[in-house]
Protein backbone atom coordinates (compact mmCIF):
# COMPACT_ATOMS: atom_id res chain seq x y z
CA UNK A 1 0.00 0.00 0.00
CA UNK A 2 1.40 3.20 -1.03
CA UNK A 3 2.03 6.21 1.55
CA UNK A 4 2.36 9.60 1.42
CA UNK A 5 4.27 11.68 4.46
CA UNK A 6 5.39 15.18 5.10
CA UNK A 7 9.16 15.09 5.75
CA UNK A 8 10.38 18.52 7.21
CA UNK A 9 14.15 19.81 7.52
CA UNK A 10 15.12 22.07 10.03
CA UNK A 11 17.98 23.58 10.73
CA UNK A 12 19.76 22.04 13.45
CA UNK A 13 16.37 22.35 15.64
CA UNK A 14 14.81 18.49 14.52
CA UNK A 15 14.87 16.65 18.30
CA UNK A 16 13.35 19.91 19.81
CA UNK A 17 10.46 20.34 17.10
CA UNK A 18 9.62 16.64 16.76
CA UNK A 19 9.75 16.96 20.70
CA UNK A 20 7.49 19.57 20.79
CA UNK A 21 5.00 18.28 18.36
CA UNK A 22 5.18 15.61 20.81
CA UNK A 23 3.39 16.70 23.40
CA UNK A 24 1.68 19.01 22.06
CA UNK A 25 0.07 16.20 20.01
CA UNK A 26 -0.16 13.71 22.08
CA UNK A 27 1.88 11.74 19.32
CA UNK A 28 4.76 9.43 19.84
CA UNK A 29 8.54 9.76 18.83
CA UNK A 30 8.94 6.11 16.72
CA UNK A 31 12.49 7.02 15.56
CA UNK A 32 14.92 9.64 16.50
CA UNK A 33 18.55 8.98 15.19
CA UNK A 34 21.37 10.90 15.28
CA UNK A 35 24.25 11.31 12.65
CA UNK A 36 26.59 10.12 15.16
CA UNK A 37 24.30 7.39 16.09
CA UNK A 38 24.45 6.55 11.90
CA UNK A 39 26.58 4.24 10.17
CA UNK A 40 27.25 7.20 7.91
CA UNK A 41 28.38 9.29 10.82
CA UNK A 42 32.18 9.25 9.26
CA UNK A 43 30.67 10.80 5.79
CA UNK A 44 29.77 14.11 7.91
CA UNK A 45 32.00 16.85 9.76
CA UNK A 46 32.05 15.76 13.64
CA UNK A 47 30.04 19.17 14.38
CA UNK A 48 27.31 17.40 13.09
CA UNK A 49 26.85 14.27 15.29
CA UNK A 50 23.97 15.45 17.28
CA UNK A 51 22.03 16.40 14.27
CA UNK A 52 18.98 14.37 13.12
CA UNK A 53 19.61 12.23 10.47
CA UNK A 54 15.85 10.60 10.38
CA UNK A 55 13.36 11.24 12.61
CA UNK A 56 9.53 9.60 12.79
CA UNK A 57 6.83 11.28 15.05
CA UNK A 58 3.08 9.21 14.86
CA UNK A 59 0.11 11.91 15.45
CA UNK A 60 -2.88 9.49 15.96
CA UNK A 61 -2.99 7.74 12.89
CA UNK A 62 -0.72 10.31 11.26
CA UNK A 63 3.26 10.21 10.44
CA UNK A 64 5.39 13.21 10.15
CA UNK A 65 8.82 12.39 9.20
CA UNK A 66 12.26 15.03 9.94
CA UNK A 67 15.59 15.80 9.92
CA UNK A 68 18.32 18.17 10.57
CA UNK A 69 19.93 20.38 6.77
CA UNK A 70 22.83 18.31 6.25
CA UNK A 71 23.31 20.12 2.87
CA UNK A 72 26.85 22.30 2.22
CA UNK A 73 24.29 24.95 1.30
CA UNK A 74 22.70 27.22 3.70
CA UNK A 75 19.67 26.09 4.72
CA UNK A 76 16.71 27.50 2.81
CA UNK A 77 13.72 27.31 5.12
CA UNK A 78 10.33 26.05 4.53
CA UNK A 79 8.39 26.81 1.62
CA UNK A 80 5.65 26.93 -0.77
CA UNK A 81 3.90 23.97 1.47
CA UNK A 82 1.51 23.99 5.07
CA UNK A 83 0.67 21.64 7.67
CA UNK A 84 -3.31 21.79 8.24
CA UNK A 85 -4.37 20.60 11.35
CA UNK A 86 -8.36 20.21 11.34
CA UNK A 87 -10.34 20.44 14.76
CA UNK A 88 -14.31 19.54 15.38
CA UNK A 89 -13.61 21.64 18.30
CA UNK A 90 -12.78 25.24 18.76
CA UNK A 91 -11.08 24.87 21.99
CA UNK A 92 -8.68 22.23 21.03
CA UNK A 93 -7.63 24.59 17.78
CA UNK A 94 -7.10 27.63 19.89
CA UNK A 95 -5.06 25.23 22.40
CA UNK A 96 -3.08 24.31 19.04
CA UNK A 97 -2.89 27.65 17.45
CA UNK A 98 -1.90 29.20 20.37
CA UNK A 99 1.37 26.61 21.41
CA UNK A 100 2.29 26.79 17.91
CA UNK A 101 2.29 30.45 17.95
CA UNK A 102 4.42 31.35 21.23
CA UNK A 103 7.84 31.82 19.92
CA UNK A 104 6.38 32.33 16.13
CA UNK A 105 4.74 34.29 13.94
CA UNK A 106 0.79 34.39 13.25
CA UNK A 107 -0.26 35.52 9.55
CA UNK A 108 -4.04 35.69 10.39
CA UNK A 109 -5.29 34.71 13.82
CA UNK A 110 -7.92 31.93 14.55
CA UNK A 111 -11.23 33.35 13.54
CA UNK A 112 -14.45 32.32 11.64
CA UNK A 113 -14.50 32.56 7.92
CA UNK A 114 -16.88 31.78 5.32
CA UNK A 115 -15.30 28.35 4.65
CA UNK A 116 -15.18 27.19 8.81
CA UNK A 117 -15.97 28.32 12.12
CA UNK A 118 -12.35 29.03 12.84
CA UNK A 119 -9.51 29.48 10.90
CA UNK A 120 -6.01 30.77 11.21
CA UNK A 121 -1.99 30.55 9.60
CA UNK A 122 1.54 31.17 11.34
CA UNK A 123 4.59 30.04 11.66
CA UNK A 124 6.01 28.24 14.42
CA UNK A 125 8.98 29.09 16.04
CA UNK A 126 10.88 26.13 14.21
CA UNK A 127 9.98 27.69 10.80
CA UNK A 128 6.96 25.70 10.13
CA UNK A 129 4.12 27.17 8.27
CA UNK A 130 0.46 26.02 10.04
CA UNK A 131 -2.86 26.29 8.59
CA UNK A 132 -5.70 25.31 11.95
CA UNK A 133 -9.00 25.06 11.41
CA UNK A 134 -12.54 24.36 13.25
CA UNK A 135 -14.58 22.90 10.28
Given at each position: ?32 S ?25 I ?33 A ?42
Open positions: MQQLFPYLLFDGTCKEALQFYERLFHGRIEVLTVGESPMASQFPKRSAHRVIHGRLSVGSTLMASDWMLAAPYPGIHGVRLMLTYPHAENTQAFEALAIGGRVEMPLQATPFARAYGTLTDRFGVPWQVMVE
